[in-house]
DNA sequence: AAATGCATGTAACGCGTTACATGATTTT
DNA sequence: AAAATCATGTAACGCGTTACATGCATTT
């Protein structure tokens, strides 16, 4: 958002050294690969291709296809090759912070007991899919064809797997206590009318 | 960013349960508690204020000082509790990802392996500090006197600890292998030019 | 004398999401 | 017949950061 200058179009850069791709098979590629990490729009990706082409970072030429529309492939350039370079020679800034999950609890005092714990629970389930996945990806890359990128998607996926148990470790621990003060809250006559029994 | 609604609003609202504030102490309070998981610039924070107080809100008054300037006084509401109420009753949207330092861990194999190096080690470097400042934000927290908050915040800061302990592992190991990888890269004819011994 | 801290505010700028538009084909 | 998939794009909108403006007091 900021005044720190975008890496959209380095990103793209950067997939297209794996393989020349169109816009399209960007965002899934994005989405399926750096997806836990990163993410990008399509209303990010189109005018951010046709900036890199004007520029000559990539080289566009259309395919024709029979009964799906045209797709227009993006290969990278040498130019784009030295662009990708200097971002990557770039230290990356520290991100400014924003969860809003923990904001929330910050001020679980206004809140109910039973939304926080909603919330933690939700995120909880969220992230363990995600973690599941990454495990799974884990395994395809360990299993597949080596690429001279191997190492370094294995370093970003277990540090998804390690910040992820760690999230859910917590989630364990603080559904607990939510669970105590939940149960202080209903003692105390803040209890709801709810049916007991078959319903 | 997006149209998922800003909740700059809800945390000055949110603050200002505590105990009311001027737009400066928001900043200050903002970065010295909820700032690992949450932060707000003043360009943010002083238009918001006016308009919170525009729809009542919040109440401001001005409180002269001596030598320094005058102060703007902000503290919140029946309809403000209201409007945070409703706020806090909304799920938390999990976030779009966006992690750089891992996106260009990912994109390793087109860039040197000691700057990669170098960003995890800050990084660690970074994130160790910001660890101890938790760990000295929860000392003061038990030790503290009692507030309604104090269970939540604690869930918090602990939020914050486990990721940052994980993210430390996870910065060993990988300095480790980056290390092996910038061996191998050395004895395969990558060496620089370098002087060994008195400069 | 210069810089820093206190304190409030406005303006510029651009990034990024959502929504919309289009249109053919295949699936339900 | 309707919905989903493939595929590319544009426009609106607003959030959020940075930079700038102001001015007094204290510290260096």
């Given at each position: ?100 999950l ?17 919330y933690v629970d939700r995120m909880a389930q969220r992230e ?39 999230h859910?470790?917590?989630a ?28």
């Amino acid at each position: 958002m900021p005044r720190r200058s975008s890496s959209t179009m380095d990103v793209l850069l950067g997939l297209l050294t794996i393989e020349p791709m169109s816009g399209y098979d960007l965002g899934l590629t994005i989405r399926s690969s750096v997806g836990f990490f990163w993410s990008e729009s399509y209303g990010q990706i189109y005018p951010n291709l046709k900036k890199l082409a004007a520029n000559g970072f990539v080289n566009a030429k259309t395919e024709r296809q029979k009964g799906k529309p045209d797709r227009r492939i993006y290969s990278i350039t040498g130019k784009g090759r030295e662009r990708l370079a200097n971002w990557l020679a770039l230290e990356p800034q520290p991100e400014i912070p924003r969860n809003e999950l923990l904001l929330k609890l910050f001020f679980g005092a206004q809140a109910s007991p039973e939304s926080l714990t909603q919330y933690v629970d939700r995120m909880a389930q969220r992230e363990g899919a995600v973690l599941a996945r990454i495990a799974q990806v884990e395994r395809e890359i360990a299993a597949g064809k080596q690429y001279p990128g191997t190492p370094y998607w294995r370093m970003a996926a277990r540090f998804g797997q390690l910040e992820l148990e760690a999230h859910l470790r917590w989630a364990k621990q603080t559904l607990g206590e939510l669970r105590k003060i939940a149960d202080k809250h209903r003692q105390s006559g803040h209890r709801k009318a709810k049916h007991h029994g078959n319903q």
